[in-house]
């Protein structure tokens, strides 16, 4: 039977958790894979996930628990460290627990990532449920992104990994920062699936519009070496077009077709646009420059220290070797 890692993130979901173990194992029957899940519990408190579900559902498995709450994308960066120690995987498949994420489209990613020349099978929205308002925000957010970094970046989390891409990407440190981007960044051979976005299991999103923003922003920071060198591009634009500006305003001086004053006032507006946009490729020089001391065998090991327990579970056939 083929051998396939689970990797999910679990934040105060309990119930949505079970639920999933269930369908996984509704799956795993169907499709002959032998699944095994790695849940991140991400610092619960009140409803944090138990081994007792994987157990339960007749899965083998096992729930990292986390020291702290460290976040959605480090959570499933500590899932992929810990799934490359595993030996005799297939593939690594990175889902939410939440519901959204279907267990019935694992078997076409699975399909997609063991064709030749394909690395990572990518879960792309075939139809989307959100609301007029963020399909508005998100077309603006891909516009400014492409214009930023020069990249695309069309799909989410969903993804299937081959070995290859599951030991690329659990060695780099850009994939605590955003996953998807981090794949983009690994320049690893991609196939998009189309896929229909799930319904929650139960409970509501605890995604709102500002986290919205920040896990855009995140996926910018991936590619902060391409923003630097653009905005440094601008930057000499800019001072292409102060020089111009100048060399203009004093030339109509000498021609006498301004008015008093109107020289200084034009000089000081582009000297000031000119060193704003200095300064702000300054900050974002040091910005970026910032956590960047890991090679790829020390990012596992760090990822890994944030496990302050693991609780395995074993399906009842396992177990009873």
Known sequence: MTRVAIVTPVYEDQESFTELCQRLADMARQSGARFH??????????????????????????ILRLARNVGHQAAIAI??????????LAACVVMDSD???TPESIPGLLAAVAAPGADVAA???????????????YQVYKRLFKLLTGQTLRFGNFMALSPVALERLSGMHETFTHVAAAVVKAKLRRADVPT??????????KMNFPSLVLHGMRAVMVFSDLVLTRMALALVAMAALVVAVV??????????????GWVTIVTGFALSLFLQTGLFTMITLIVSSLGRVDTPPRVRERALEYVA?????EAPALASV
């Open 247 to 260: 060399i203009g305003a004093v030339a109509m001086r000498f021609m006498g077709m301004t008015t008093p």
């Open 79 to 88: 899932g992929l460290a810990r799934a490359a120690a595993l030996p005799d």
């Open 196 to 205: 229909d976005r799930g319904v929650r299991y139960f409970g509501k999103s």
């Open 309 to 313: 327990r693991t609780e395995r579970a």
């Open 123 to 137: 879960a792309e929205r075939a139809r989307r449920s959100e609301t007029l308002t963020f399909r508005a925000f």
């Open 37 to 62: 899940v790695i849940a991140v519990d991400d610092g619960s408190l009140n409803s944090p996930p138990q081994a007792s579900a994987i157990s339960g559902a007749g899965l083998s498995g096992e």
């Open 99 to 101: 519901g959204e994420d």
